[in-house]
């Protein structure tokens, strides 16, 4: 009873490697949000390029302003530098949110400790065995070279690539 609750396990932990590692599928296109908000603050204090806003919240805020940039001041263009204390300050910001998929790979070895057909229950460097349904076209390395699940033997030390995909967002303002 408990070899049958082991190879359950083992079976399992296999397959769940095996969709790891199985080839990434094609990203989908998705799409970019725009938005667009409007802060306003008065200015506390200015030191170098940092400004610190309390905000029409009434939330204090610090801002490290690029040299580059200029705020319009009763039609006047001014760098940071020459800002005041209690000048009133509006900003429009435009944020693009982009969902990408971020993808990592990572190279697994593991000792056969069984195999029979598609299954194989691998040792893995903890100790631990899992056992593993794997798909006709997954590759394993063998001594530096490519082999099947149908090429593995007991005993043999073999490498397989795992793919892990995490959806992420990039913003740019």
């Known amino acids: 009873?408990?070899?049958?609750?082991?190879l359950i396990t083992l079976c399992t932990a296999l397959a769940v490697?095996?969709?790891a590692a199985a080839p990434a599928p094609a990203q989908t296109p998705?799409?970019?949000?725009?938005?667009?908000?409007v802060l306003k603050g008065t200015v506390v204090k200015v030191r170098g390029n940092d400004l610190v806003?309390?905000?029409?919240t009434g939330e204090i805020r610090t801002f490290n302003v690029p040299e580059d940039?200029?705020?319009?001041?009763?039609?006047?263009?001014?760098?940071?530098?020459?800002?005041?204390?209690?000048?009133m300050l509006t900003?429009?910001?435009?944020?693009?949110?982009?969902p990408v998929t971020g993808r990592t790979k990572s190279v697994r070895s593991a000792e056969v400790w069984h195999v029979q057909g598609s299954t194989v229950i691998l040792r893995l460097p903890s100790g631990e065995n899992?056992?593993?349904?794997?798909?006709?076209?997954?590759?394993f390395i063998v001594n530096g070279k490519p082999a099947t699940v149908y090429d593995l033997r007991d005993g043999m030390i073999v490498s397989v690539e795992n793919i892990v995909e995490e959806p992420t967002m990039e913003i740019a303002t």
Not at 1 to 6: G, H, I
Not at 30 to 37: E, F, G, I, R, Y
Not at 53 to 56: A, G
């Open 17 to 19: 490697l095996v969709l």
């Open 130 to 139: 899992k056992m593993y349904s794997v798909k006709e076209d997954q590759k």
């Open 30 to 37: 998705k799409t970019a949000s725009v938005t667009t908000s």
């Open 91 to 98: 900003a429009t910001i435009t944020t693009t949110t982009t």
């Open 69 to 87: 940039k200029k705020a319009l001041i009763d039609g006047k263009e001014l760098s940071v530098h020459e800002l005041q204390p209690g000048t």
């Open 53 to 56: 806003v309390k905000m029409s």
């Open 1 to 6: 009873m408990k070899r049958a609750t082991l």
